[in-house]
C-alpha cells in the first residue's frame, strides 16, 4: 500500500494502520519533499527490504509517499 504523506508523523501512523500484525513482516519506507526519509526491513535480512522499496520510491522522482510492503511466511525460504 501507498499514500501521500506530509509529516513523519503522518508516514509512521498510516505505516501502523497498515501493517497486519499476523504477516510475518511488515517492510515500508517513506520519503518526505524536506529530506526527512526511513526505512525498515523488519526482520527481514540486512537490506533486503526498506531500502529497495525507499529505492524505488526515490528512482520514481515520488516525494511526500510512504509505502507499506506486507510479506506472508509460506514455508519455503526464497533464494535457496
Partial sequence: RARHVRTSD???????DN???KASHNCFAF??????????NDGEPGGT????IL???EGSG???VAVVVT?????????T
Fill in 10 to 16: 503522518e508516514a509512521m501512523a498510516f505505516i501502523k
Fill in 19 to 21: 501493517s497486519d500484525p
Fill in 31 to 40: 520519503s518526505l519533499s524536506g529530506g526527512a526519509q526511513r526505512s525498515s
Fill in 49 to 52: 527490504a526498506g531500502p529497495p
Fill in 55 to 57: 529505492a524505488a520510491i
Fill in 62 to 64: 515520488y516525494q511526500d
Fill in 71 to 79: 510479506r506472508y511466511y509460506g514455508g519455503i525460504k526464497l533464494g
